[in-house]
Each structure stands twice: as structure tokens, then as C-alpha cells.
């Protein structure tokens, strides 16, 4: 029938292009990697593109509130030393986490075991505030680690033992933690010359993270991100630990015949994720912020959740989510500044964002097809001659 | 206690419930059809936020509460297009639409920080509504409240007793089993997405209209997740549900007036754990107890069905 170039084949053509029954949806027997890696470049771009009409609803000048969102913070050094501020923690959690959602294990408190672990190396800080020694800040990160794991130890444990969902158990713990900080810096902690402020006292300069870049608030915590990353891609890729994640997430029945240890799985998966998003609970109280104040995050350990999707929960791929969901936060403050764009923008962009990376997802785990059957049956299909 | 404080306070109790009800007993019916929605939190606070605008700016409450119920309801159909037409992960969705409906409220509230609102009007029975203890209690509240209770009874019949209830049942318990005896289970699921957010919506609304009646980012302060651990502990039971919900307004107002009271040497911000903490508690004790096993979680919870073509 393709062969009659007629008017109801014409017909034929525009008819089953928006008929639904002449498209065929099937699962793909492979995913296609280019595809599972091009797809968040997708995301990003829809999401670009979302905000050009958000930020044209809302009456600002699109192109000048895109360009300080999206370009301006990233033309001066201390811009892209901010970057790096910001990602690091992002990174250090979403590493974490993926290893979790790789094995179905979906710790989503990171943010109140990143308060944790900020928490543990906060009082370890004050507590030797006056003395200079070069053991300080290891401690802190030690303390931090456990602080971290410990507090992910009880949705591993309650998992584990009842059966408990670690979704709701950590997220819960959370406002926990949150709560046990603003306890902690609105009475013990308290600085006690500080003229009753809800803060702590300034650590002291042992306790502090060393600047990488004279000026900017550049620390050490970025570069054990990005060696945290590698790290985590190590194992994951080259042990026996990193395969067994791997197996029980896609196939959980045969990780069971193979023997596999769930429970085990579990607890790694959370104690791991839990102690990166504590180090990076400590890595702010010890760079950016100086001391314990009652909201340390700017929601890092939710964020952290997008970051890991968008990475495509690779440790290397994290990376690079990392540095674009560091930039909503920058462009987000750097448009409150320079056009006056509501902060809260940042997180529209951040949903929007992991919107149109599932929604992309489609693309990548089917196929889209012309139905040969529709065609078939199409009332206008003219007899073969 | 005098007899008025003890009304006053379990009026606090049913004040503070009903949000919690609203959503969670939306969330049941979404999962019964076999799908999670973590997004509770999410369609919530764009409910409050909705509802409130809506009030301020058009001077009607009843505007408000079906604005707060559409927003939630928008929201679900977001979330509806992803795991139900895309087939996406329904936890990283949910966990999206939380995201996403936090900040967009934000974005949306930014001028209603502060502003006062006409709180809904109450139903008042001249003579009965005076009467000491049951007076106010039964009568006298604004109609989300009666709407509530009423939404459990009407969810308890449907489910148990009509077809499209058993369909929706069905669905949940074996999709495929469902789809092949020629029931349409994307459909099905749909139309509880929507319930659910509709329900979550409304419960934002009570929220900013009724129980505090302010409009504040985040205000929602993690209702929504506690009330998708109230379906579990309901074990997706509607009546249980009621229960549920009022337990934990109950722990939520002692915990107010246990800071209020001062006699306790305990800090404002540990009392203020306690719901939080109650959750997790009921969590374990529901999981743990001698009923575990014969939880009726629906099977199909959570998996993603397409139907082959």
C-alpha cells in the first residue's frame, strides 16, 4: 500500500500517528547505555527549558533570571569555588545512597545522619576547642563516620530484625535529629559568650578544615568527595561486596539462590550511606559554618536523593550531578541577589528536575513502535494490487 | 479537670487528627489499588498552600478548601502520568513530587507569609451545641471535620461492599490477574491517584484554614509521611485508620501541653519528638507483634504493571 502515493494513503498516515492502537510500547530485552547516559542531559535540559516559562509566568525576564541561575555564578573563581562547596557534600551522600538504591535499600534520612554526624564531631570540636593538636580533626571524622552509621544502625536494625520499612524509620529520625540539635545548641552546647545565641562556640583552629584556595571557602572536604567517589566505584566494580549489591537489587531470587546474605546487604548499604552523610554533616560544622547552629543543611541529604538518580546512581556519573544540582543552589541564591528570584525556586528546580529524568527513563527501559497490527486493520488501508 | 478544659482539649485532639485522617485515608485507598504514593507530603503542602491563596484572595473559605483539594489532586495526576502511563519507580517518583511540592509552595506563598485568613465558618445547632461536654465536641465544628468522619464511613462501604471498591481491590491483590479477566487496572489506579490526592489536599486545607490558620513553608512538618505509616499501622483498614489518626493527634496535642504546662524539666524540642518517635514505635510494634504476617498489605504494593499489548 505504500507503494500508491494516494490521498487515503496520505490519510492513512496522519490517522495512525495519533491514534494510540497503532503505536506498540514493548519492554527493551537491553538497555541501551547510551541512552541511560544521555538521558540526564535530557533531564537537565527540559528542566532548563521548564524554567524559561516558569520564570516568564512569574514576570521576571527569562533569559536574564536563566542567565543568573544557570551562568553567572559559574564566571568568577569564588562562583565555581562555591560550587565545589556545595558539591561536595552532595556527592559524598549521593554515593552513598546510590550503593542503598542499587540493592532496594532506601535510606532517605541522610539529612538527619548528616545532622548526626555533625553533631558527633561538633562536640568532639568543643570539646578540645582551646587545644591546638593534630589529632582534632581526624577524631572529628571518625566520630562523625560512627555518629553517621549509628543513627542509619536503627532503621538497619529494625529492617532487618521486624521488618520494619527503613523509607519511614529514617525519614523519621530525622526530625529527630533535627530536633536533638536545636536541643543540643539551645541549652548544653550554648556558647557561653554568646550572648544566649542558639549557636555554639567558634570551633577552634584544630578543628577546622584547612582552605585550599586563599579567599574562598574552598576545603578539603571536596577533594575526599571526589576520592570518596572513586573509592566507592572501586568497590563496587571490583568486589565480591560491590557484585552482591548489584545481584540482590536486579535479581533478588538469585541472590538468594547464590546464597547471598539480605540482612548483610542491608546493613551495609545503610551503615555505609549513613557514615558519608555524617563525614559530610562534620565537613560543614568544621568548613563552611565554623561551629554547631541549629540548621546545617540546606537539605544536602534529600537533594543528595536527586543527585544519585541523576548520577544513575554510579559513583562516577554522581560526580557530575553533584557539580548541577550544586549549581541550583548557587544559581538559586545568586537570582535571589541579582533579580530577586524567590530562593524556594531552587527547589521547584530540583522536583522538575527528577520529574524529567523518570519520565526520560521511559525512553531508555522501552521501545516505541508502529504497530504492524493497527496498520493492518486500519479502515482506510487499501488492497494490495 | 474541669469539665469545659477536658472539651477543649480533645477538641485540640480531633483539631489536630483530621489532617492526618484526610491524607492518610486517601493514601489507603491508593494503596489498596496496589500503588505507593510517598508523595503524601508533597500534595499536602500544595493543598495548604492552594487553599490558602485561594481563601485570601477570593474571601472564600469553601474556594479554598476545593482549591486545596485540586492542588492535591494536580499533584497526583503528576505523579499518575509518571508510574502509571512511564511505568517509573514509584518510590523515586514519590520521593520527587515530595521535593517538588515543598518548594513550589514556597514559591507560591511567598506573599501569603504572615497574612491572617477568615477562619472556615463552624455548624453550629442552636441549643445542642451549649450543652456541657458533648455540645462541643459533636457539634459546632467547621464541615471538614463532619467531612472527615463521613470519608471514612464512605471509604469503609465502598471498599467492603461495592463492585467498584472489590475491582479496586482486585487490582491491588493481582493486577495481571485483573487485567486479563479484562478489568483496565491503569485506569483503576488512576482514579485512586486522584482520590489520594484529592484527600491529601483537603488535609493541607484543614491545615492552613482551620487548624492553624496561617500559611508557613513546610508547615505540613512531616504529617504526610505519618500518615503513610498510619495506613500501615491501620493495616489498610478505614475504621482502624480513624483510630489511628486520633491516637496520634492525641500524642501530638500532649506533647503540646505537656510543653505548656512547664512542670517537666524536659526541653520543648525532645517533647516535640514524641510524634515522630511514636511512629516509629507503632511501626516496629506492628511489624513485631503476633499479628505480623496477616498484615493484608496489598500484594501488588508498589510494583509497576504495564499491560502487554
Known sequence: ?385 | MPIDAVALVLLTVIGSATPLLFAALGELVVEKSGVLNLGVEGMMILGAVAAFGVAVTTGSGTLGVLAGAAAGMAMAFIFGVLTLTLAANQVATGLALTIFGLGLSALLGVGFIGIPVEPLPKLMLPGVSDLPLIGPLLFGHDALIYLSIFAVAAVAWFLKKSRAGMILRAVGESDISAHSIGYDVIAVRYRAVLFGGAMAGLGGAFLSLVYTPLWNEGMTAGRGWIALALVVFASWRPWRLLAGAYLFGGVTILQLYMQGAGGFDIPAQVMSMLPYLATILVLTIIAAGPWKGRLDAPACLGKPFRPST
Open chain 1, 1 to 385: 500500500m505504500s507503494h500508491n502515493p494516494g490521498a487515503a494513503g496520505n490519510r492513512l498516515v496522519v490517522y495512525s500517528v495519533f491514534n494510540p492502537a497503532s503505536w506498540k510500547i514493548e519492554p527493551r530485552r537491553e538497555i541501551p547505555q547510551g541512552l541511560l547516559y544521555a538521558t540526564p542531559l535530557l533531564a537537565v535540559v527540559l528542566t532548563v527549558v521548564a524554567g524559561f516559562f516558569i520564570f516568564l509566568s512569574m514576570g521576571y525576564n527569562p533569559f536574564l533570571a536563566l542567565y543568573h541561575f544557570f551562568v553567572s555564578p559559574l564566571l568568577t573563581l569564588y562562583g565555581l569555588s562555591e560550587l565545589l562547596v556545595k558539591a561536595g557534600p552532595l556527592i559524598m551522600i549521593g554515593v552513598g545512597l546510590a550503593v542503598g538504591f542499587r540493592a532496594n535499600v532506601w535510606n532517605i534520612g541522610a539529612e538527619g545522619q548528616l545532622t548526626l554526624g555533625a553533631i558527633t564531631g561538633g562536640v568532639i570540636a568543643l570539646a578540645f576547642w582551646n587545644e591546638e593538636t593534630w589529632w582534632t580533626l581526624p577524631l572529628m571524622c571518625l566520630c562523625a563516620v560512627g555518629g553517621g552509621a549509628a543513627y542509619a544502625a536503627i532503621p538497619a536494625f529494625l529492617r532487618t530484625r521486624f521488618n520494619v520499612n527503613e523509607i519511614l524509620t529514617s525519614l523519621m529520625l530525622t526530625y529527630v535529629a533535627t530536633l536533638f540539635l536545636s536541643t543540643l545548641v539551645y541549652g548544653p552546647l550554648k556558647d557561653p559568650m554568646g550572648f544566649n545565641f542558639p549557636q555554639s562556640r567558634m570551633f577552634g583552629d584544630a578543628a577546622l578544615l584547612p582552605i585550599l584556595l586563599e579567599g574562598t571557602r574552598l576545603h578539603l572536604g571536596g577533594v575526599v568527595a571526589l576520592m570518596i567517589a572513586v573509592a566507592v566505584w572501586v568497590l563496587m566494580t571490583f568486589t565480591i561486596v560491590g557484585f552482591q549489591v548489584r545481584v540482590l537489587g536486579q535479581a533478588p531470587a538469585a541472590a538468594r539462590y547464590a546464597g547471598f546474605s539480605g540482612r548483610r546487604i542491608v546493613w551495609f548499604c545503610l551503615l555505609l550511606s549513613g557514615g558519608l552523610a555524617g563525614l559530610a554533616g562534620t565537613f560543614e560544622v568544621a568548613g563552611p559554618i565554623g561551629q554547631l547552629v541549629p540548621v546545617i543543611s540546606p537539605g544536602y541529604g534529600f537533594t543528595a536523593i536527586i543527585v544519585a538518580f541523576l548520577g544513575r546512581l554510579h559513583p562516577l556519573g554522581i560526580i557530575l550531578s553533584g557539580l548541577v544540582m550544586a549549581l541550583s543552589y548557587i544559581g538559586g541564591e545568586n537570582a535571589q541577589v541579582q533579580v530577586g528570584l524567590p530562593q524556594a525556586v531552587t527547589g521547584v528546580f530540583q522536583g522538575l528536575l527528577l520529574f524529567f529524568l523518570l519520565a526520560s527513563d521511559f525512553l531508555v527501559r522501552y521501545r516505541v513502535r508502529r504497530n504492524p497490527a493497527a496498520l493492518r486493520h486500519a479502515p482506510q488501508a487499501q488492497p494490495a494490487e
